[in-house]
T-cell receptor, first 115, second 114 residues
Framework: AQSVTQLDSQVPVFEEAPVELRCNYS??????LFWYVQYPNQGLQLLLK??????LVKGINGFEAEFNKSQTSFHLRKPSVHISDTAEYFC?????????????FGAGTRLAVHP | ETGVTQTPRHLVMGMTNKKSLKCEQH?????MYWYKQSAKKPLELMFV???????ENNSVPSRFSPECPNSSHLFLHLHTLQPEDSALYLC?????????????FGPGTRLTVL
């Protein structure tokens, strides 16, 4: 079974600083990776996804992630964060099942952006 | 607005009550999901429906009973819950094929069991 590890439960950062949220996965087959964001009192929203092709994936709100097969990583980055980026971020891997694709989530990383 | 709505947004119930959570998707998707989100734990997949047929029950206690009358609506019927069932319950939908499409999530129902 596949699994996802998010190495940092919390990441504090100052406004306009760069940030990297780390994600490692375990998979022996084709990999399909996602980053979701959850703002307070809301559901999850897709930031970006890697299905195939270019290993550098650009998403919404200025975020990007790089798929690294040799290191089994899919780290999320943003060069300059805003207060409004304060949220919980979830990395997930998709696994084929009968009739649907199952998302396996990491435990989440809480990003706290301070002024 | 993701196209997935959930009602109610907040629910407080006693252990002997019976209540239902409702989810509706306006995206024409063929798969719908219930997740449980508890503090400091990864999202737990509870149930999956594909074309109204339940395709996964992730060892969920029988006090949780899903219902999918059509591909746009999904319910979670609750009875005799325990305080540890207090959590955020998220509904999601997707258009599933051989493509690994994203899931669209609703805002969730915050459930408190007293």
């Amino acid at each position: 079974a596949q699994s996802v590890t998010q190495l940092d439960s919390q990441v504090p950062v100052f406004e306009e600083a760069p940030v990297e949220l780390r994600c490692n996965y375990s998979s022996s087959v084709s990999v399909y990776l996602f980053w979701y964001v959850q703002y307070p009192n809301q559901g999850l929203q897709l930031l970006l996804k890697y299905l195939s092709g270019s290993t550098l994936v650009k998403g919404i709100n200025g975020f990007e992630a790089e798929f690294n097969k040799s290191q089994t990583s899919f780290h999320l980055r943003k060069p300059s964060v805003h207060i409004s980026d304060t949220a919980e971020y979830f990395c997930a891997v998709s696994e084929s099942r009968r009739g649907y694709n199952k998302l396996i989530f990491g435990a989440g990383t809480r990003l706290a952006v301070h002024p | 607005e993701t196209g997935v709505t959930q009602t109610p947004r907040h629910l407080v119930m006693g252990m002997t009550n019976k209540k239902s959570l409702k989810c509706e998707q306006h995206l024409g998707h063929n798969a719908m999901y219930w997740y449980k989100q508890s503090a400091k734990k990864p999202l737990e997949l509870m149930f999956v429906y594909n074309f109204k047929e339940q395709t996964e029950n992730n060892s969920v206690p029988s006090r949780f009973s899903p219902e999918c009358p059509n591909s746009s609506h999904l319910f979670l019927h609750l009875h005799t819950l325990q305080p540890e069932d207090s959590a955020l319950y998220l509904c999601a939908s997707s258009q599933d094929s051989k493509e690994h499409n994203e899931q669209f999530f609703g805002p969730g129902t915050r459930l408190t069991v007293l």
